[in-house]
């Protein structure tokens, strides 16, 4: 399935999305690192302040206009062109189709032609195999772990470190990595 991006705006927020951002079934304990669930009130606040965090939401639709999760892009940091990108496959009727790979890469493109940033950055759970899969192969690299970052039931779980560079600005790192 080909994917697309779009900005996210209100009108995007009904029951069907809140529902992405509920966690009865753990899967936002991969979005988030505080493991809980967020209201309608609390996504309609989220995206109304993101103009003020310089940060840009864009839903990722399928080529026949299904809602399949969203891309977070920020907060940038305006001074040093830098910035968190999230992929949520909040649909999840779409998980494990090798979608967020496809979304990643097209969130990289927005980022880096439209937005000017020079390097993106996340972090995740070291169990998160899926995750650091659809990151890596979407062009990003692993640059490190961060000991027990994480407590997961009481246990340190370590954080694994990734980036992608913009190849305007990094034209070495991306010959090196392909």
């Keep these: 399935m080909e994917l697309q991006l779009r900005p996210l705006d209100l009108n995007d927020i009904d029951d069907e999305f809140v529902s992405w951002h509920q966690n009865e079934d753990g899967h936002l304990d991969f979005f988030t690192g505080s493991r809980r669930s967020f209201t309608g009130d609390d996504l309609h606040q989220w995206i109304s302040q993101s103009t003020e965090s310089n940060t840009h939401f864009f839903l990722i639709l399928g080529s026949d206009g299904t809602r399949i999760g969203t891309i977070k892009i920020g907060p940038i940091d305006l001074v040093n062109k830098t910035s968190d990108l999230v992929c949520l496959i909040g649909n999840r009727e779409y998980l494990g189709k090798g979608l967020a790979k496809e979304a990643i890469a ?73």
């Design 106 to 178: 097209l969130g990289n493109e927005v980022a880096f032609k439209e937005l000017d940033i020079r390097r993106l950055h996340g972090g995740m759970f070291e169990n998160n195999i899926a995750s650091i899969k659809a990151y890596t192969r979407a062009g990003w690299v692993i640059e490190g772990k961060m000991k027990g970052y994480y407590l997961v039931n009481g246990e340190p779980m370590d954080r694994i470190c990734v980036a992608c560079f913009n190849p305007s600005y990094f034209p070495e790192q991306s010959r090196n990595d392909n």
